[in-house]
């Protein structure tokens, strides 16, 4: 089972691949990006389009680092507690084993 999700990762990675390439090889032309106080360079459609794309993904990570960070924190108190309570109560369970004895 595992071999087939592996393949299944594969053909996909490669139909994404070559999908990039595709796009890559279509989007030759030479485009001039002309910010406000910035003018950059002229470079391929597909270098600035792709370039976006990975900024976009960046600023989303840095976006939810705080989201990721307060859930991390939760889940570590949340593990805390439930370790002291799980110690409780074996801890009465033990001590209802000796007033039985």
Do not use: C, H
Not at 10 to 37: E, H, K, M, R, S
Not at 55 to 62: A, K, P, R, T
Not at 79 to 101: G, I, M, P, Y
Request: proline residues 1%; aromatic residues 6%.
């Amino acid at each position: 089972m595992r071999w087939i999700k592996g393949l299944i990762l594969a053909v996909i990675l490669l139909i994404v691949v070559l999908v990039g390439i595709l796009f890559a090889v279509n989007n030759q032309q030479t485009i001039a990006l002309n910010l406000i106080w910035l003018e950059l360079p002229a470079v391929s459609l597909s270098v600035w389009l792709l370039a976006t794309l990975v900024f976009g993904v960046l600023l989303g990570m840095l976006a939810m680092l705080g989201v990721y960070v307060r859930l991390k924190a939760t889940l570590a108190r949340s593990q805390r507690q439930n370790k002291q309570q799980r110690k409780e109560l074996d801890s009465l369970r033990t001590q209802e084993f000796k007033e039985l004895a």
